[in-house]
């Protein structure tokens, strides 16, 4: 079955960069969900996106932005990078109405 | 503040035998209750989850039982097996009003010895 797919899978960059991570959800999946996971740390939520509308908001720094598009893939836009920013960013797809969420294999971001 | 309390952090088990992960909540509103695991680098993987209104759900060697009073939720691993090695974490959402935000406990680290 297929699967969310993520790109890259591993992102080193320096600070004050910018970064864009991809996300391509399940097939007929609508909604989007971005997380991120500090090294032995349970996935902190983000953003999450239905219908290319932003549905909800957590932690996410001002730094950050997100967009769906109309396929439906999504992209997490991130700037003027801090040391802190190191983390696992994973996304996740479901079909609206239904509560399972299926994670991507993540992006490890490395920032020096 | 955390919104899903899980324990323990971590947790030896022998092969074969019984695995139990614990949570608790605090907000009456979560309407559903996923577990994932997740292997070093990898993505969390739905494990099983269930709905306050079930008591217990079972999907093969995984049960989660549900005290929808005491607000708290467990994960059992039956005969566990070393490829059962995993971190595993709960989670709930209130998907009235979050949308499906996952709300994650800490994590548990399962090690099953040969």
């Known amino acids: 079955a297929a699967g969310v797919i993520q790109s890259p899978r591993h992102l080193i960059k320096e600070k004050r960069e910018t970064a864009t991570l991809k996300c391509y959800p399940i097939?007929?999946?609508?909604?989007v969900y971005w997380y991120q996971q500090g090294p032995g740390q349970d996935p902190q939520f983000l953003i999450s996106?239905?219908?290319?509308?932003?549905?909800d908001k957590g932690s996410i720094p001002d730094r950050f932005s997100a967009q769906q598009f109309s396929d439906y893939h999504s992209e997490l836009n991130m700037s003027s990078l801090e040391l802190g920013d190191s983390a696992l960013y994973f996304c996740?797809?479901?079909?609206?109405?239904?509560?399972?969420?299926?994670f991507g294999p993540g992006t490890r971001l490395t920032v020096t | 503040q955390q919104q899903v309390k899980q324990s323990p952090q971590s947790l030896i088990v022998q092969k074969g035998g019984i695995s139990i992960i614990n949570c608790a909540y605090e907000n009456t509103a979560f309407d559903y209750f996923p577990w994932y695991q997740q292997f070093p680098g990898k993505g969390p993987a739905l494990l099983i989850a269930i709905r306050p209104d079930v008591s217990e759900k079972k999907e093969g060697r995984f049960t989660i039982s549900f005290n929808k009073s005491a607000k708290q939720f467990s994960l059992h691993i039956m005969d566990s097996q070393p490829g059962d090695s995993a971190t595993y974490f709960c989670?709930?959402?209130?998907?009235?009003?979050?949308?499906?935000?996952?709300?994650f406990g800490r994590g548990t680290q399962l090690t099953v010895w040969p």
């Open positions: 097939p007929r999946h609508d909604t």
């Open positions: 989670a709930a959402t209130d998907r009235g009003s979050t949308l499906g935000r996952l709300y």
């Open positions: 996740a797809s479901s079909v609206q109405g239904a509560p399972e969420q299926y």
């Open positions: 996106f239905y219908e290319k509308m932003q549905s």
